[in-house]
Antibody
Framework: QVQMVESGGGVVQPGGSLRLSCEAS????????MHWVRQAPGKGLEWVAF????????YHADFVKGRFTISRDNSKNTLYLQMNSLRAEDTAVYFC?????????????WGQGTLVTVSS | QPVLTQSSSASASLGSSVKLTCTLS???????IAWHQQQPGKAPRYLMK???????NKGSGVPDRFSGSSSGADRYLTISNLQSEDEADYYC?????????FGGGTKLTVL
């Protein structure tokens, strides 16, 4: 079955860095685009970044551009999110999600999430 | 960029039906959306992809009680024979120009 397991979350000081990982299984990872989506405590879902199946194109939400970078290693079936210059407002649960077919590449499977807390 | 508008809350009785609405902003009425369910304390779950024509494609294991429909800029999620486990937040989502957008979510309470 399709499964994604995120890791790498934790507590970090403002201005610090963190790298999240998402290990995928149960599908051909190298054939699908992947997303990062976050959810601040008590808030709704917020799209963060997307990477195409082969890593050829990457897209980031405006509020993370220049600070966060999505990447992938298809040989390891793993998705990454490098987060730099972290701010208190980046505190959230970060979910990785597999994209489905079709032009819109909407998410069709989600991981369980990893919590990032930015606090001094 | 499209904006998706959802009511913040809805409620319905156990065993009844409820219809949740997601409205696309002006100029985006033909867009495909997805519906996702998030039960309390859990990760989101993909329910279906819904086209402007009303055609929908459900995710793996999604019960038959869940269906979708469309009318103009409105996209609907109908849940029939409500169960206690349907109490959750429901989010719609769409895509445009390599940016993905979620609605604010509807909190469904099963009475």
């Amino acid at each position: 079955q399709v499964q994604m397991v995120e890791s790498g979350g934790g507590v970090v000081q403002p201005g610090g860095s963190l790298r999240l990982s998402c290990e995928a299984s149960g599908f051909t990872f190298s054939s699908y685009g992947m997303h990062w989506v976050r959810q601040a405590p008590g808030k709704g879902l917020e799209w963060v970044a997307f990477i195409r199946y082969d890593g050829s194109n990457k897209y980031h939400a405006d509020f993370v551009k220049g600070r966060f970078t999505i990447s992938r290693d298809n040989s390891k079936n793993t998705l990454y999110l490098q987060m730099n210059s972290l701010r208190a407002e980046d505190t959230a649960v970060y979910f990785c999600a597999k994209s489905g077919g079709g032009a819109a590449l909407l998410q069709d499977y989600w991981g369980q999430g990893t919590l990032v807390t930015v606090s001094s | 960029q499209p904006v998706l508008t959802q009511s913040s809350s809805a409620s319905a009785s156990l065993g009844s039906s409820v219809k949740l609405t997601c409205t696309l902003s002006s100029g985006h009425s033909s867009y495909i959306i997805a519906w996702h369910q998030q039960q309390p304390g859990k990760a989101p779950r993909y329910l279906m992809k819904l086209e402007g024509s009303g055609s929908y494609n459900k995710g793996s294991g999604v019960p038959d009680r869940f269906s979708g429909s469309s009318s103009g800029a409105d996209r609907y999620l109908t849940i029939s024979n409500l169960q206690s486990e349907d109490e959750a937040d429901y989010y719609c989502e769409t895509w445009d120009s390599n940016t993905w957008v979620f609605g604010g979510g509807t909190k469904l309470t099963v009475l």
